[in-house]
């Protein structure tokens, strides 16, 4: 199939909408600007997954760019808005690493064939992720007590889906441990009876003295 549709164009938008979110963002009274890409890039999230699934053009492009279009996206805003003030370091390096630590498991994963989806704590994640994200950009007051909450809530949330994820891989390791020692068990067992019993055969054919 080609890589070539409409959601994949969507990713790609949403990629190049990134310098132009940071320009906003770091440009005198460019909130509303930055408020508006923000925005439009969040929905183009939300679209290109929908269109996909819907007319079934899911490619190995979109799998691929989807994920890293939304990486780059958060880190470009979370870092620009660090460089406003308005959101401390530390959150945002938490934020970033935990991106690339599951990032860097799927891949792991990957390779040895085993497919981790998403969850329902990862796609929560990537709603309150874009939730404070967008109230840190056109929020009045970002020292505001229901500001900060959001954003430790966010903080809170993506930790959260971070284990989640990594517990979810060792289960599924676990389990295909089990699965892959089933069958040898089994086979053990076969081959122990039918020794047993051509033993058995063997002290009866026996002659007698």
């Not at 796609?123 to 840190?136: G, P, S």
């Not at 020794?195 to 026996?206: L, N, T, V």
């Amino acid at each position: 199939m080609s890589s070539v549709n409409l959601p994949n164009a969507l990713t790609l938008v949403r990629v190049l909408l990134v310098p132009v979110l940071v320009v906003a963002l770091t440009a005198e009274g460019g909130d509303a600007l930055a408020a508006t890409v923000f925005a439009l890039a969040s929905a183009t999230d939300f679209l290109d997954g929908w269109l996909a699934r819907r007319r079934g053009s899911v490619t190995n492009f979109g799998k691929v760019m989807d994920p890293i279009a939304d990486k780059l996206m958060v880190a470009a805003a979370l870092i620009a808005l660090v460089g406003l003030e308005r959101v401390a370091a530390w959150i945002v390096l938490v934020i970033i690493a935990r991106e690339f630590a599951v990032s860097g498991l799927r891949a792991a994963a990957g390779q040895q064939g085993v497919v981790i989806p998403a969850s329902k704590w990862g796609k929560a994640k990537t709603a309150v992720q874009v939730a404070a994200i967008f109230v840190l950009i056109v929020a009045p007051d970002s020292d505001a007590v229901w500001v900060q909450a959001l954003v430790y809530v966010t903080v809170a949330v993506t930790v959260v889906s971070g284990l989640e994820y990594f517990a979810s891989y060792r289960q599924t390791m676990e389990d295909s441990l089990e699965e892959d020692q089933t069958p040898l068990s089994a086979a053990a067992s076969a081959s122990a009876s039918t020794m047993e019993s051509r033993s058995s055969s063997s002290s009866r054919d026996a002659p007698r003295r």
